[in-house]
């Protein structure tokens, strides 16, 4: 029965992840903590660009355990004789503030200030507005789970997982970026 179960879930993942392939992720207007407006896509385009989304506190809660990994994977600069080594690669974790819940947008800006690593808070852009045509879009429909997606140097969507980090999901992250 688990089997059967494990099999269902890697097969709805795997679905949603087909549905949404090769689909160009569609234009969102973020905000940097500075208010500096972010859109995505047209303004990552040229490198490839991975993107936590997450539009409830406990999928946001997910969307933390991919900090730490994907900032040192994907941003820290390598040093000694490292150096040079790293990738190329944008990285954003967008919260999104969506219906009765887009008033809190500025106090999650100011919390974000106060509590985040200030070496993190360029990485995180926050989305307020529409929840719909992301949902349509992007195929996610669980509120409790983030969801992430690789985006090619022209905005299409190369990846898409969901939930909170693993190693495995991070291999598959890094295989498609390289």
Known sequence: MRLIFSVIVVCVAMQCSAQVTGKLFPDMEAETVEDKKVRLPSDVSGKYTLLGLAYSKKSEDELNTWFEPVFSKFVQKATGLMAGMGYDVNVYFVPMFTGVNAAATGTAKRKAL???DPQLLPYILFYKG??????????????????????????KILYATSGAYSDKKMDEVENVIE
């Not at 996610?140 to 140097?153: A, T």
């Open 114 to 116: 106060k509590n985040i």
């Open 130 to 155: 529409e929840l719909k045509p992301y949902k349509e879009a992007l195929d996610f429909e669980k509120r409790d789970i983030p969801y992430f997606f690789v985006l090619s140097p022209e905005g």
